[in-house]
């Protein structure tokens, strides 16, 4: 395969974390669009479109090319961004009504899920980073695009399989819970937030699913409504506390060097925001818009500064020697 260039020879390298940065992107314009900011909105979508489809390209291109690569990177925790990333733009399309598209990118989370949850999962083990969540946050992508869907497409049947794997999501939180490595706090390198976003995206889940129920569907009686109130402000509560106890650690141990895992902390405090937004309006408790714009600035310039260093490693990974290695022995398969 001659003539291949510095830059792709760079982009096969990305390791499936990478997928973090769509997650990232994605989210921080589902809050865009719901503080009403809808230029920077869809600017962020279109930056999140693009890198999808870079790593779908590379997806492809190592499971047809390079099989052995590829099944190695499946079993790995960062292989769940896949179907993360793909939730995330397709809950966007919903918001802009873009149901086929939307439809089109659940099918294929949908598809990519059962066998890379298993894939996954076969290769926990204990005291493991914070990737470790993504079952959970694959899982609940999966319940957020669900439920957000339903009302448009008037299937009930959509939103009781996204309560289903709703209730899912927060077992596989629990079982990666058991697995975390709690030093993570200290030491991470970015990917620890997820324990936050996790509970997040659980939050976000029950309140699309609160607001489903808010349709013509009808699809929960009171006591199932109020049962799904309480689950997500409990899981809003949590995910705020583990916030914090992750904000004041990067204050304790900074960690100011660039490094891929740090989309994985852009991902949940955009969720944060996303959900505390999303929480306030299913429950009605419209003081709890304010925060959630803050929280949102917060996770704009966490993007910004993120996204400079992401520059910054590119150019330098591009000028190096490695990737003058990588371009020769790829040139020669």
Request: with cysteine; glycine share 8%; net charge positive.
């Amino acid at each position: 395969m001659s003539g291949t260039s510095p830059l792709r020879a760079w982009w096969v390298q990305r390791p499936p974390a990478a997928g973090a940065a769509v997650m990232a992107t994605g989210i921080v314009s589902v809050g865009l669009h719901l503080t009403g900011h809808e230029f920077l909105s869809r600017l962020a979508l279109v930056l999140a479109c693009a890198a999808w489809l870079g790593l779908a390209v590379n997806f492809g291109f190592l499971l047809l090319r390079e099989r052995a690569q590829w099944v190695a990177r499946a079993g790995t925790p960062g292989a769940l961004t896949a179907v993360a990333a793909t939730t995330v733009l397709g809950t966007r399309f919903a918001q802009l009504g873009w149901r086929s598209t939307a439809q089109a990118l659940l099918a294929l989370a949908a598809v990519l899920w059962p066998g890379l949850l298993c894939l996954v999962v076969r290769h926990w083990g204990r005291h493991m980073p914070g990737a470790v969540f993504l079952g959970c946050v694959a899982t609940q992508g999966l319940a957020v695009l669900g439920a957000t869907l339903a009302p448009l497409s008037s299937a009930a049947w959509l939103a009781y399989a996204a309560l289903v794997l709703f209730w899912l999501g927060l077992v596989l939180y629990l079982v990666a819970l058991v697995r975390f490595d709690p030093r993570q706090v200290a030491v991470g390198a970015g990917d620890h937030w997820i324990a936050a976003g996790a509970l997040a995206i659980s939050a976000l889940a029950g309140a699309r699913l609160l607001a489903a129920s808010n349709t013509d569907l009808n699809l929960w009686n009171d006591d199932d409504t109020g049962v799904l109130r309480t689950v997500s402000v409990v899981l809003l509560v949590l995910d705020m506390a583990w916030y914090a106890v992750l904000l004041a650690a990067e204050l304790v141990w900074p960690r100011i060097r660039y490094d891929v895992r740090r989309w994985a902390t852009v991902f949940p405090m955009g969720m944060t925001a996303a959900a505390t937004l999303s929480v306030a309006a299913a429950v009605d408790v419209p003081w709890l818009d304010g925060p959630g714009r803050v929280l949102l600035w917060l996770a704009v310039a966490a993007w910004l500064a993120v996204a400079a260093g992401a520059v910054a490693s590119a150019r330098d990974g591009l000028r190096s020697p490695a990737a003058e290695d990588t371009v020769r022995s790829t040139a020669r398969r």
